[in-house]
């Protein structure tokens, strides 16, 4: 398709499992972000790829959180020994390149830790 | 330390009538603002940008205005409709200076339009 694609769209995991989202950003776009938005909060911002560079990790909460970017092109965002409070929508937006910061987001996944 | 503000989680507008969303920012080394609308179950939605070289971008019922010496900036929608409802977000930038390129966003404000 032509948008930023996100699979699963709902993952219920039980505590202490690992968990691996997929996302696979417009074709073409060289910058990918990942961000999540917990209940009635905002974006947060965990990890950004642009190009080859090396990624912006500022944002991820815990090294229980981990991303890669294989080929320039699909990201997965991993999260082990999942917790409670990891429960939450992530999102994932592809963009140009750096320099145009208006981004495309796919629908997210809806990640429930139980 | 919150870099992006939306100080009203919530905004109720009568339907025609104009919709003022806010925005205000710390750093100033954001160059680079934009406005996100989220409908519930989807992901945002980019609805419109501006440059700090400028002080207002307008794209149809949507104007954007950015006031660096206060670090403010405003979404107007006029004339609000029924479908505008929904959460919009702000957002920031360094786009040609600094080393971050990613996007930090405000926590949002809710917008109700009421027919």
């Known amino acids: 398709g032509a948008g930023v694609s996100q699979s699963p769209s709902n993952k219920v995991t039980e505590k202490g499992k690992d968990v691996e989202l997929r996302c696979d950003p417009i074709s073409g776009h060289t910058a990918l972000y990942w961000y999540r938005q917990s209940l009635g909060q905002g974006l947060e911002f965990l990890i950004y790829f642009q190009g080859n560079s090396a990624p912006d990790k500022s944002g991820l909460p815990s090294d229980r959180f981990s991303a890669e970017r294989t080929g320039g092109s699909v990201s997965t965002l991993t999260i082990q020994r999942t917790q409670q409070e990891d429960s939450a929508v992530y999102l994932c937006?592809?963009?140009?390149?750096?320099?145009?910061?208006?981004?495309?987001f796919g629908q997210g996944t809806r990640l429930t830790v139980v | 330390d919150q870099q992006v503000k939306q100080n009203s989680p919530s905004l109720s507008v009568q339907e025609g009538r104009i919709s003022i969303l806010n925005c205000d920012y710390t750093?100033?080394?954001?160059?680079?603002f934009l406005w996100y609308k989220k409908y519930p179950a989807e992901g945002p939605t980019f609805l419109i940008s501006?440059?700090?070289?400028?002080d207002k971008n307008e794209d149809g019922r949507f104007t954007v205005f950015l006031n660096k010496s206060a670090k403010h900036l405003s979404l107007h929608i006029v004339p609000s409709q029924p479908g505008d409802s929904a959460v919009y977000f702000c957002a920031a930038s360094m786009n040609y200076g600094g080393s971050q390129g990613n996007l930090i966003f405000g926590k949002g404000t809710k917008l109700s339009v009421k027919p």
């Open positions: 750093n100033s080394m954001f160059d680079y």
């Open positions: 937006a592809s963009s140009l390149s750096r320099l145009n910061a208006e981004a495309f």
């Open positions: 501006i440059s700090s070289i400028k």
